[in-house]
């Protein structure tokens, strides 16, 4: 199972937002999508999920033509919007994750509830999973979100900045079980503003500019100061430590 | 039922016994609303209770309790299953989609449509002369919001779709109102006014015959929406994530209601707050769960105005306070209280 996005481009007020982009991900792999604020990470994402009207192609294990159910069961989508509308308890929002394979009305089979807890599970708010999902700190909330979309046992997970509003514990936490489900196959394309964590747990990255991906590589190639000046506007610190970059914005260039 | 929340490990409020509190619920409902149907059969004005009724098979004077029933008091007791019912479902639809647990089927501007449509029916006469321009007309006039609806908000977002509503019952409220201002003589006036109070009174079963098919159409669309429903509880964008479509949704909500709440409005007028009532109370118990919501809150509402009915009859014999008068008398303050509580972080 392959995501194959193909000329994506996305118009908003007559002028396009998204430029031309192609974008593959595969099973086992973690890639990175960095860029600046209003670059078109979150846009891009949107556009192949179908949540925003986009002209080109995006395939699924070849196919264009999913319908909207059979692509949610191949394709699970963390939105940045951290949305819970009703105090459903934390263990139900989980469970929204088997939704794409659920009947109406109908009890979860042993394989959804198994899913549910082992997603409870890693995201560790097993504890918590009677609690009700609007009363939850923003970290709680983040990782629960996160766990929704663990559940779906999807072959391709995308996570638009899943790391966001978390502790330096839970980043590292979260991090690592996306690496985790990237060794048991699945390939995960998260949005990251985390220039170190992109550079320590991705296998790839994809760099995005005024709606265009501009450069894509292995971190070690990609995250580099003269990038990090162009694109970003910034001098950073960059090191080494145990092997991997890691990479200190420090201060910016000339501003606008 | 009770098995799956006692067995080790199992929750009441978790997925592996979601459905232990909801069928309790859905049970308990079921029961009251067969009671609550059954007295509203057998109290009225008339000595016709159901001792008469059972009086028939000994062989007394039963013929004319057997009349009463089945002229007057059942397609009144219909009316107040099928309208309630109608009401519930389609509150709970609504605040469902719209994710706001003030929405109604008076937001989206389908109750005062239907009510405009009625009145013009009323106001012209052709309601004396044809008995069934009535219901017709107002079915007509929700959907004609509908369509207007759907051109000023289709494919846009929720905001734009109550906003709509607004107007729509904001234009819908001024055309009612200038009819009844050059209304040609004062009975007709006071005809519009009387059936704008809402009532199910001294309806016949060409009523029941004439709302029941668009209400039962209406209804199966609002609860085939149950499971698009729960996804939208995280959200629109998640819920396309989870393979909803949102356009299917909407037309199927916008559709489903104006189909039942039009029908409904048509026999009985405007009969408020229902609809907000009555999931808001029930919400709790089925888990805040959108999809499990649909149902109960038909039960609920078929319930509450089968029971408000039989109060009218019973506290005010003789000159009956209006249906849609105790609704609202209750749900207003309901709804203030709603408000204020929901404004301190209250009332999720």
């Given at each position: 199972?392959k995501?194959e996005?193909?000329?994506?481009t996305?118009?908003?007020?007559?002028?396009?937002?998204?430029k031309?982009?192609?974008?593959?991900?595969?099973?086992?792999?973690?890639?990175?999508?960095?860029?600046?604020?209003g670059?078109?990470?979150?846009?891009?994402?949107?556009?192949?999920?179908?949540?925003?009207?986009?002209?080109?192609?995006?395939?699924?294990?070849?196919?264009?033509h999913?319908?909207?159910?059979?692509?949610?069961?191949?394709?699970?989508?963390?939105?940045?919007?951290?949305?819970?509308?009703?105090?459903?308890?934390?263990?139900?929002?989980?469970?929204?994750?088997?939704?794409?394979?659920?009947?109406?009305?109908?009890?979860?089979?042993?394989?959804?509830l198994?899913?549910?807890?082992?997603?409870?599970?890693?995201?560790?708010?097993?504890?918590i999973?009677?609690?009700?999902?609007?009363?939850?700190?923003?970290?709680?909330?983040?990782?629960?979100?996160?766990?929704?979309?663990?559940?779906?046992?999807?072959?391709?997970?995308?996570?638009?900045?899943?790391?966001?509003?978390?502790?330096p514990?839970?980043?590292?936490h979260?991090?690592?079980?996306?690496?985790?489900?990237?060794?048991?196959?699945?390939?995960?394309?998260?949005v990251?503003?985390?220039?170190?964590?992109?550079?320590?747990?991705c296998?790839?990255?994809i760099?995005?500019?005024?709606?265009?991906?501009?450069?894509?590589?292995?971190?070690?190639?990609?995250?580099d100061?003269?990038?990090?000046e162009?694109?970003?506007?910034?001098?950073?610190?960059i090191?080494?430590?145990e092997?991997?970059?890691?990479?200190?914005?420090?201060?910016?260039?000339?501003?606008? | 039922?009770?098995?799956?929340?006692?067995?080790?490990?199992?929750?009441s409020?978790?997925p592996?016994?979601?459905?232990?509190?909801?069928?309790?619920?859905?049970?308990?409902?079921?029961v009251?609303?067969?009671?609550?149907?059954?007295?509203?059969?057998?109290?009225?004005?008339?000595?016709a209770?159901?001792?008469?009724?059972f009086g028939?098979?000994?062989?007394?004077?039963?013929?004319?309790?057997?009349?009463?029933?089945?002229?007057?008091r059942?397609?009144?007791?219909?009316?107040?299953?099928?309208?309630?019912a109608t009401?519930?479902?389609?509150?709970?639809a609504?605040?469902?989609?719209?994710?706001?647990?003030?929405?109604?089927?008076?937001?989206?501007?389908?109750?005062?449509?239907?009510?405009?449509?009625?009145?013009?029916?009323?106001?012209?006469?052709?309601?004396?002369?044809?008995?069934?321009?009535?219901?017709?007309?107002?079915i007509?006039?929700?959907?004609?919001?509908?369509?207007?609806?759907?051109?000023?908000?289709g494919?846009?977002?929720?905001?734009?779709?109550?906003?709509?509503?607004?107007?729509?019952?904001?234009?819908?409220?001024?055309?009612?109102?200038?009819?009844?201002?050059?209304?040609?003589?004062?009975?007709?006036?006071?005809?519009?006014?009387?059936?704008m109070?809402?009532?199910?009174?001294?309806?016949?079963?060409?009523?029941?015959?004439?709302a029941?098919?668009?209400?039962?159409?209406?209804?199966?669309?609002?609860?085939?929406?149950a499971?698009?429903?729960?996804?939208l509880t995280?959200?629109?964008?998640?819920?396309?994530?989870?393979?909803?479509?949102?356009k299917?949704?909407?037309l199927?909500i916008?559709?489903?209601?104006?189909?039942?709440?039009?029908?409904?409005?048509?026999?009985?007028?405007?009969?408020?707050?229902?609809?907000?009532?009555?999931?808001?109370?029930?919400?709790?118990?089925?888990?805040?769960?959108?999809?499990?919501?649909?149902p109960?809150?038909?039960?609920?509402?078929?319930?509450?105005?089968?029971?408000?009915?039989?109060?009218?009859?019973?506290v005010?014999?003789?000159?009956?306070?209006?249906?849609g008068?105790?609704?609202?008398l209750?749900?207003?303050?309901?709804?203030?209280?709603l408000?204020?509580?929901?404004?301190?972080?209250?009332?999720?």
């Amino acid at each position: 199972m392959k995501l194959e996005a193909r000329a994506i481009t996305v118009e908003a007020g007559g002028c396009a937002i998204i430029k031309d982009a192609h974008l593959t991900l595969a099973p086992g792999e973690l890639v990175g999508l960095i860029g600046p604020n209003g670059a078109g990470k979150s846009t891009l994402l949107r556009a192949i999920v179908g949540a925003m009207r986009h002209s080109g192609e995006v395939l699924l294990g070849g196919d264009a033509h999913l319908t909207p159910r059979a692509k949610a069961r191949m394709l699970a989508y963390l939105p940045q919007e951290r949305r819970v509308e009703w105090a459903i308890s934390v263990s139900e929002l989980v469970a929204l994750g088997r939704h794409p394979f659920e009947r109406p009305f109908t009890r979860l089979t042993p394989g959804d509830l198994g899913a549910v807890e082992e997603a409870l599970a890693q995201v560790g708010l097993g504890g918590i999973a009677m609690r009700s999902a609007k009363v939850l700190s923003s970290g709680e909330q983040a990782l629960a979100l996160l766990a929704r979309a663990l559940a779906v046992g999807a072959p391709l997970l995308l996570a638009d900045e899943p790391v966001a509003a978390l502790d330096p514990y839970h980043q590292l936490h979260v991090m690592e079980l996306l690496r985790e489900r990237v060794r048991a196959g699945t390939g995960v394309l998260a949005v990251l503003h985390d220039l170190t964590l992109a550079a320590r747990f991705c296998d790839r990255v994809i760099v995005m500019r005024q709606g265009q991906i501009v450069r894509e590589g292995t971190p070690r190639a990609i995250i580099d100061a003269a990038m990090l000046e162009e694109v970003y506007r910034i001098v950073p610190l960059i090191g080494e430590h145990e092997g991997t970059r890691w990479v200190m914005p420090w201060r910016r260039t000339t501003p606008l | 039922m009770a098995r799956e929340s006692d067995r080790p490990g199992g929750r009441s409020a978790g997925p592996r016994g979601r459905y232990s509190r909801a069928a309790l619920t859905f049970t308990a409902l079921s029961v009251l609303v067969a009671i609550a149907f059954v007295l509203s059969l057998s109290i009225g004005p008339a000595a016709a209770g159901l001792g008469a009724l059972f009086g028939q098979l000994t062989g007394g004077e039963a013929d004319i309790a057997i009349l009463i029933m089945r002229e007057i008091r059942l397609p009144r007791a219909l009316l107040a299953l099928m309208i309630g019912a109608t009401l519930g479902v389609s509150g709970a639809a609504l605040q469902g989609f719209l994710r706001n647990p003030l929405a109604e089927p008076g937001v989206i501007g389908v109750s005062a449509s239907a009510a405009l449509g009625a009145v013009l029916a009323i106001y012209s006469g052709l309601s004396a002369s044809v008995p069934l321009a009535l219901p017709a007309l107002a079915i007509g006039g929700a959907l004609v919001a509908v369509a207007i609806l759907q051109v000023l908000s289709g494919g846009r977002s929720t905001l734009t779709l109550i906003l709509a509503g607004v107007a729509i019952s904001s234009i819908a409220g001024a055309l009612t109102s200038l009819a009844l201002n050059l209304s040609p003589n004062p009975f007709a006036a006071q005809e519009i006014i009387i059936w704008m109070l809402g009532s199910i009174t001294d309806r016949s079963m060409v009523h029941v015959a004439l709302a029941a098919p668009f209400i039962v159409v209406g209804v199966a669309m609002l609860l085939a929406t149950a499971h698009r429903l729960e996804a939208l509880t995280l959200g629109e964008e998640a819920a396309i994530g989870m393979g909803v479509d949102l356009k299917r949704l909407r037309l199927l909500i916008v559709l489903g209601t104006a189909l039942s709440v039009g029908a409904a409005t048509a026999v009985s007028g405007v009969i408020g707050f229902v609809g907000l009532v009555v999931p808001h109370l029930l919400r709790p118990l089925v888990g805040h769960r959108p999809a499990l919501l649909l149902p109960v809150s038909g039960l609920g509402g078929a319930l509450l105005l089968l029971v408000a009915d039989i109060l009218v009859r019973l506290v005010t014999p003789g000159s009956e306070l209006k249906l849609g008068v105790l609704t609202a008398l209750v749900g207003a303050p309901f709804f203030l209280w709603l408000v204020i509580a929901s404004r301190e972080g209250g009332v999720p």
